[in-house]
């Protein structure tokens, strides 16, 4: 079935999770929409994330998507039972794939978890990690200062190594194996947050899971592209709620590609 997969997120972040998908379903057509307006989500409640998210789906039904990725662990964490009531596209978000991976990463069962302020506030990764092993210990640390550094475009400066010693500091003091990087943001970040915390833990991006379990979920509804695999390019359209210039030059740089254009959506009015 060639009509497209929707991926949204906060703003940039998610399109780490794009990427992946790109890389497993190269014959995959791809929406993505990027709240740049609101963005963060991540100092936000439950009712104003379930809100966006829920604009954000009506947006993407008009695009005519057959799946929806939320490619943010804020709105996975706090958006995804409600809306998943509420809509009969099928949807995925990228926390328990994240669970699931961390998981199967670590030797030790002592897991670190780091992400926005909401995410972690909500304990979502330790009951899906409890869920899978109720053997594992979950130390986790909010870092709502990676946000804005990553949308700065501030990925390898001293001004985030100093923020990523501060935050990861306390960390170090667990004999944790493995760090989920739980703010689709972050693997932006992974060069200094892996020299932070040392060459014994491993950095978990849950992109990687989350485009496996959305391959799984296509195939298992039938819904896979294989029209698009003979030879044809897929398309990917961009969708931001504001700032668009800034958006395109970031997307060519996260996606190692030129993404061309993207459209405004006054996303309010959905
Ligand atoms: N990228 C989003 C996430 O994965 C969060 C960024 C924000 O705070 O909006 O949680």
Redesign the pocket.
Known sequence: MNAPIGVF??????LTVMKEIMRQLPGENLVYFG?TA???????SKNTVCRYSRQIVRFLETRQVKAIVI???????LALDEIRDETSIPIIG?VEPGAVMAANTTKTNNIGII?????IKSGIYNKCLHKINPEITVVSKAC?LF?PLVEEGLWEDRVTEDIAGRYLHELKEYDIDALVL?????PLLRRIIGREMGENVKLVNPAYETAKSLKALLTEKNLLNTIGIDGREPTYDYYVSDGVDKFISFADDVLSCQVGKAEIVNIESY
Do not use: L, W
């Open positions: 997120d906060s703003g940039v972040g998610g709240d609101r963005v963060p989500y991540g100092s936000k490619a943010c662990n804020t709105a996975s964490a990228v992400g926005t302020d909401s995410t709502p946000v739980g703010c689709t943001h972050y």
